[in-house]
Every structure is written in structure tokens, then in C-alpha cells.
């Protein structure tokens, strides 16, 4: 008889639980109903330790107004990043309940909202990263790539922006997630003028894009070419084992990435950058001169030869690289961007000399041979900002570089009309 007394008095408790996961939900629920969203995450809270016993109905149920209630408080921007991701492992738990259990009560809605989620993390990182949070914004990209691990462009993105926050040993452990991967990031971009924001959008395939241009939202269609990420990625990887003193594992890891990926010459410039880095100027001028052989007349890659070089510090490399880009595509306007702006380095040398200069008459007659000196710099200039201008109309930095160098001339007449140009 006694024993009969403790089966029922397990029972009776087993039941009592039961009724008070049910009325915790519930009141969980009519909380989050009222607005109380962070009520309803202390209630459940509470109801968490007894869930074990629960039933996979229960569970469900559980895990999908968590998740509510904890989207609701990111929506609300109470500690966005963190209830975020919290929300979508609930929703993932609840998938997964609903999967062993063979029901469908809620996985549609809880689907839906781990896209929503995602998303929204992506937005917020961005916002994050424009105030200089990058180590937030990269956490939370990292974290809408795990909610869709079939987007790799997110992994990318937050190892670049933990490297933005120099947190150098994650961003390095996701460069190496990115190479066993195999991802390249290579593609097409399809995108259009918003008619209603006048920002560009973006859209995955042409089709979409084509649609939103014929039905009359969106104008300008535009098509690019995205070209591979290895070079970057690799480059990245090679550059933060260089900054950890490991140089030898640096030049394996490019090495192993150039007999992996054959054709992509990127990985070419990656290499001959790294060896700059370390002085090796002789192994660096050879794959210089590989790239050359292998494509001569690709725009892009003499561009980057040029931008070495000016990193390298070797001006008259730079610039014949940058004019050898405008021989092969007139209208590469970064090539007059940044031969321009090569050539106005030289200003700074010239004003330092100048303010270290005594009335004196031999320093005077200096001061008048420099002021020359930075005229004709000023003037040599000026094609290449013209130019740049009349294909990028719309850069208004180049603009204003171009306004200060004819204030500069006192080319009054040229300086007026550039700047009414500029109003319009």
C-alpha cells in the first residue's frame, strides 16, 4: 500500500508541473500580447527548468513565443545583436522539435522569421559599422551566416570587419573557414536606381532587376562584374601571419593557394605584395613581371600594379602603370583618380621646405623657385582631374580636389564654372 501512495504522489506531481509549464506559456503569452516583451522572457525563463518534461506540443509553443518575445525586444533596439540571435535559436529549436515530432504548427512562421532575423542582423551591422562598432557588426554577420550558411558572402563580410576591429586571430580563423571552402566571392551584380529612395539596389538575378525597371519602380539597370575574392582573402591571411611573425607560414599559405587556383591571377599580385612586405624585392619584381606576361592588356590587374607600387613607394612604376591603364581603357576612372592624387603627394615635400625658409634674399629666391615648383605640380594635374570629372560627375571629391587645384592657379573663369556645374 505504501508504495501505491508514492506512485500516485509522483504522478500528482508530474501533473502539477505540467499545469504550470501550460500556465506559464500562457501567461508568457498574454504578456507579450500587452507589449510586455521582456515579462514574457522573465516568465519563461522561470518555466525553462521544468521544459525537460514537457511535450513536444509544449515545447513548440515555448520555443516560438520565446522567440517572439525576443525578436519584439530587438525590434524594439533593446540589446539588438544579442535578442536577435537569441530569437533565432529559438525559432531553431523549435524547428527542431517540430521535425522530430513531425509537425508543422509553427515552423512556417518560425521559418519566415529566421529570414527576417537574419536580415535584420545584417542592417544593424552595417549601422554598427558606419559608428565604428565593427567588432559588433562583424559578431552579427557572423551570425546571420550561421543562420544561412548558404549566403558565404556574410562570412566573408565579418572577416573583414573583425579585421576592420582589429581582432586579427578571429578574423584570421574566418579567412581560414572562407579558404576550406573554396569561396570566391565571384559573380554578377544586377542592380537598379530606387525611383522612391533614389539608392541602388541591388537584386539576385536579372530577371528581378528587369521586372522592377518595366513595372516603373526602379531605373538606371546596371550589370558589374564581381571579380574573385581569393586574391583579398588570401592576401588578408598572409598579411596577418606576416603581422604574427610567421612569414614562412605566410609564403606556404600563398604558395598552396596559387597551385590550388591556377588561373586566378590575383593571387599572383597577392603573393608579389607579400613579398614586398618583406623586402624581398627581387622574388617581387619576378611576379610582377609574371603578371605582365599573363595579361598584359587586363586593366584591372595593371591598375593593382600600379596601387603596389605607390605602396611601395616607387612613383614612376606607379605612374606608368596608371598610364598604361588609360591606354587600355580610356575610361578607367580610378586610374586618373590615383595618378592625380600620386602626383599631389609631392605638395606636402615642397610646403615643408617652403615654411623652413628665412627672408633671407638666397631664401627668398628659393621660396619663388618652389612656389614654380608646386604651380606646375598643380598644373600637370589637371588632365587627369578633368578627366576623371567628365566620367564620374557624380564624385564630388575629385571635384573639389579639382576646385582647390584652379583656386590654387587663380584660374578664376575655370573655377566658376566647375563650381556652378557642382550646384546643379
Given at each position: 500500500?505504501?508504495?501505491?501512495?508514492?506512485?500516485?504522489?509522483?504522478?500528482?506531481?508530474?501533473?502539477?508541473?505540467?499545469?504550470?509549464?501550460?500556465?506559464?506559456?500562457?501567461?508568457?503569452?498574454?504578456?507579450?500580447?500587452?507589449?510586455?516583451?521582456?515579462?514574457?522572457?522573465?516568465?519563461?525563463?522561470?518555466?525553462?527548468?521544468?521544459?525537460?518534461?514537457?511535450?513536444?506540443?509544449?515545447?513548440?509553443?515555448?520555443?516560438?513565443?520565446?522567440?517572439?518575445?525576443?525578436?519584439?525586444?530587438?525590434?524594439?533596439?533593446?540589446?539588438?545583436?544579442?535578442?536577435?540571435?537569441?530569437?533565432?535559436?529559438?525559432?531553431?529549436?523549435?524547428?527542431?522539435?517540430?521535425?522530430?515530432?513531425?509537425?508543422?504548427?509553427?515552423?512556417?512562421?518560425?521559418?519566415?522569421s529566421i529570414l527576417d532575423i537574419k536580415y535584420k542582423?545584417?542592417?544593424?551591422?552595417?549601422?554598427?559599422?558606419?559608428?565604428?562598432?565593427?567588432?559588433?557588426?562583424?559578431?552579427?554577420?557572423?551570425?546571420?551566416?550561421?543562420?544561412?550558411?548558404?549566403?558565404?558572402?556574410?562570412?566573408?563580410?565579418?572577416?573583414?570587419?573583425?579585421?576592420?576591429?582589429?581582432?586579427?586571430?578571429?578574423?584570421?580563423?574566418?579567412?581560414?573557414?572562407?579558404?576550406?571552402?573554396?569561396?570566391?566571392?565571384?559573380?554578377?551584380?544586377?542592380?537598379?536606381?530606387?525611383?522612391?529612395?533614389?539608392?541602388?539596389?541591388?537584386?539576385?538575378?536579372?530577371?528581378?532587376?528587369?521586372?522592377?525597371?518595366?513595372?516603373?519602380?526602379?531605373?538606371?539597370?546596371?550589370?558589374?562584374?564581381?571579380?574573385?575574392?581569393?586574391?583579398?582573402?588570401?592576401?588578408?591571411?598572409?598579411?596577418?601571419?606576416?603581422?604574427?611573425g610567421k612569414k614562412d607560414e605566410a609564403k606556404k599559405?600563398?604558395?598552396?593557394?596559387?597551385?590550388?587556383?591556377?588561373?586566378?591571377?590575383?593571387?599572383?599580385?597577392?603573393?608579389?605584395?607579400?613579398?614586398?612586405?618583406?623586402?624581398?624585392?627581387?622574388?617581387?619584381?619576378?611576379?610582377?613581371?609574371?603578371?605582365?606576361?599573363?595579361?598584359?592588356?587586363?586593366?584591372?590587374?595593371?591598375?593593382?600594379?600600379?596601387?603596389?607600387?605607390?605602396?611601395?613607394?616607387?612613383?614612376?612604376?606607379?605612374?606608368?602603370?596608371?598610364?598604361?591603364?588609360?591606354?587600355?581603357?580610356?575610361?578607367?576612372?580610378?586610374?586618373?583618380?590615383?595618378?592625380?592624387?600620386?602626383?599631389?603627394?609631392?605638395?606636402?615635400?615642397?610646403?615643408?621646405?617652403?615654411?623652413?625658409?628665412?627672408?633671407?634674399?638666397?631664401?627668398?629666391?628659393?621660396?619663388?623657385?618652389?612656389?614654380?615648383?608646386?604651380?606646375?605640380?598643380?598644373?600637370?594635374?589637371?588632365?587627369?582631374?578633368?578627366?576623371?570629372?567628365?566620367?564620374?560627375?557624380?564624385?564630388?571629391?575629385?571635384?573639389?580636389?579639382?576646385?582647390?587645384?584652379?583656386?590654387?592657379?587663380?584660374?578664376?573663369?575655370?573655377?566658376?564654372?566647375?563650381?556652378?556645374?557642382?550646384?546643379?
Amino acid at each position: 500500500m505504501k508504495s501505491k501512495y508514492v506512485i500516485l504522489a509522483s504522478a500528482l506531481l508530474i501533473s502539477v508541473a505540467t499545469f504550470a509549464q501550460k500556465d506559464q506559456i500562457k501567461a508568457a503569452e498574454k504578456a507579450l500580447k500587452g507589449g510586455n516583451s521582456q515579462e514574457a522572457v522573465t516568465i519563461l525563463q522561470g518555466a525553462e527548468s521544468v521544459m525537460a518534461n514537457a511535450t513536444d506540443a509544449e515545447k513548440a509553443q515555448y520555443f516560438f513565443v520565446k522567440g517572439n518575445a525576443l525578436l519584439d525586444l530587438a525590434n524594439k533596439k533593446v540589446e539588438t545583436g544579442k535578442n536577435l540571435s537569441l530569437a533565432a535559436k529559438s525559432y531553431e529549436d523549435l524547428l527542431a522539435v517540430e521535425k522530430t515530432s513531425k509537425r508543422d504548427k509553427y515552423s512556417s512562421q518560425a521559418t519566415a522569421s529566421i529570414l527576417d532575423i537574419k536580415y535584420k542582423l545584417i542592417n544593424s551591422a552595417v549601422e554598427d559599422t558606419k559608428v565604428g562598432k565593427h567588432a559588433d557588426g562583424a559578431k552579427k554577420l557572423y551570425d546571420a551566416y550561421l543562420l544561412d550558411k548558404k549566403d558565404t558572402i556574410n562570412l566573408y563580410y565579418s572577416a573583414s570587419t573583425y579585421v576592420n576591429a582589429k581582432d586579427y586571430d578571429t578574423a584570421l580563423k574566418l579567412y581560414y573557414d572562407l579558404k576550406t571552402l573554396n569561396y570566391s566571392g565571384k559573380g554578377i551584380s544586377y542592380s537598379a536606381t530606387n525611383k522612391l529612395t533614389g539608392q541602388e539596389d541591388t537584386y539576385g538575378t536579372a530577371n528581378e532587376r528587369d521586372m522592377a525597371v518595366k513595372i516603373g519602380t526602379a531605373e538606371k539597370p546596371k550589370t558589374e562584374i564581381i571579380p574573385s575574392k581569393r586574391g583579398e582573402i588570401y592576401k588578408n591571411i598572409a598579411l596577418i601571419l606576416v603581422q604574427n611573425g610567421k612569414k614562412d607560414e605566410a609564403k606556404k599559405a600563398i604558395s598552396d593557394a596559387r597551385k590550388a587556383n591556377p588561373e586566378d591571377t590575383s593571387l599572383i599580385l597577392t603573393e608579389a605584395n607579400l613579398y614586398l612586405e618583406t623586402k624581398d624585392y627581387e622574388t617581387y619584381k619576378k611576379l610582377i613581371a609574371e603578371v605582365l606576361e599573363k595579361n598584359p592588356n587586363d586593366a584591372d590587374l595593371v591598375f593593382n600594379l600600379g596601387v603596389i607600387s605607390a605602396n611601395a613607394k616607387n612613383p614612376v612604376d606607379a605612374e606608368k602603370y596608371y598610364k598604361r591603364v588609360m591606354e587600355i581603357n580610356p575610361k578607367y576612372t580610378n586610374a586618373y583618380i590615383n595618378l592625380a592624387a600620386l602626383k599631389l603627394e609631392d605638395e606636402k615635400i615642397i610646403i615643408d621646405e617652403m615654411n623652413k625658409l628665412t627672408t633671407s634674399t638666397k631664401d627668398m629666391k628659393r621660396y619663388e623657385e618652389l612656389k614654380t615648383k608646386r604651380q606646375n605640380l598643380f598644373r600637370s594635374t589637371i588632365p587627369f582631374l578633368q578627366k576623371a570629372v567628365e566620367l564620374d560627375p557624380a564624385n564630388i571629391d575629385v571635384a573639389k580636389t579639382l576646385l582647390n587645384v584652379y583656386s590654387a592657379l587663380e584660374m578664376t573663369a575655370e573655377y566658376k564654372a566647375l563650381k556652378d556645374k557642382i550646384k546643379k
